[in-house]
């Protein structure tokens, strides 16, 4: 799946350098949103199987940071490069990925299944380096036992609505992803610098841009020492009551705009706001949601259940 996400985005990148068409370009964003969806149903699930049950979470988290740096590279380059050149680069990123894609380890859970045990025992030796010979062979054992016990237990979509403790977490992840997306989040980072030439802020709205995508990668590893410390629900409550604060702060502003107030005085509103929006956001409710589909479900249901969610 990570080739097939990368296929994807550099389908996407190379058809918004051929044309700008905007049927052409909408099937490049089509393709970009499809590798984004598999993403993130896949690693989750990828970082669980290869990572301990006491880092698991941390991993998981840190996905964000990836994301984030992402997001920090367009900031500090698009607003100085021509719309091609973004794009050949963010090919050549992707034609990297592929010669790194081979050191990538497959999962031992994959190998298992395949009966490749002498490769599985291999890939736990080489991820749990420092652990004893005894601890890699319980561990492949444990691997061994679980696929055996799935392989007779065959499920269905059916088996996330029928059994209660599915239904719950599928009802708790659902209900995480569709308040993430209700929150804001695209359309403040789609449409940031026009939120900034709206408010006629002092700084230019690709340098209030540069210092919130600064915001979002310093945040980013936030969240995996809050987890780490807190688990997920308090991370989760104060991320919460962060993006309430930011977002309460920018629509206060705006209707106070709109509806003739003088806000001079408050120019600086807007980026305090927008700061303690993606800062709250990123180092919580943007990544949890996501390493909770990973960890919830049980094994047997958990790729039907996180396509589901992703849906």
């Known amino acids: 799946s990570p080739v097939l996400v990368k296929l994807k985005l550099s389908d996407s990148d190379a058809s918004t350098i051929a044309t700008r068409d905007i049927m052409l370009l909408s099937v490049g964003r089509f393709m970009s949103g499809v590798s984004w969806g598999i993403s993130f149903s896949s690693i989750p699930l990828y970082i669980a199987e290869i990572s301990e049950d006491s880092v698991r979470g941390v991993l998981n988290t840190a996905l964000i940071i990836s994301v984030a740096t ?10 100085f490069v021509s719309y091609a050149v973004l794009h050949y680069i963010l090919v050549g990123l992707c034609i990297f990925f592929f010669f790194l894609f ?3 380890p497959n999962s031992p859970y994959a190998l298992v299944m395949n009966n490749q045990t002498v490769r599985a025992r291999d890939t736990l030796s080489w991820l749990r380096e420092n652990r004893s010979p005894s601890y890699v062979e319980n561990e492949l054992q444990a691997i061994q036992k679980y696929i055996s016990e799935n392989q007779t237990n065959s499920v269905s979509v059916m088996d996330l609505f029928t059994r209660k403790g599915n239904r719950r977490a599928l009802t708790t992840i659902c209900t995480l ?10 359309i403040v980072l789609f449409y940031m610098q026009n939120i900034f030439e709206m408010t006629g802020a002092d700084l230019s709205s690709s340098t209030c841009s540069l210092i919130l995508g600064l915001v979002k990668f310093s945040s980013g590893f936030v969240c995996p020492i809050a987890v780490k410390s807190y688990g997920y629900k308090k991370p989760l409550v104060v991320s919460l009551c962060g993006t309430t604060l930011g977002m309460g702060g920018l629509g206060v502003y705006f209707w106070l705009k709109c509806n003739n107030f003088n806000v ?4 600086w509103l807007p980026l305090l706001s927008l700061i303690i929006y993606v800062f709250s956001y990123v180092s919580g409710f943007g990544p949890i949601p996501w390493a909770l589909a990973g960890e919830i479900f049980p094994s047997n249901v958990k790729p039907i259940a996180t396509m589901i969610t992703t849906m």
């Open 264 to 267: 001079d005085s408050l120019s």
């Open 177 to 186: 992803l569709t308040l993430q997306q209700l929150c804001g989040v695209t």
């Open 70 to 79: 992402g997001s920090l590279f367009m900031y500090a380059v698009g607003p």
């Open 102 to 104: 081979p050191l990538l």
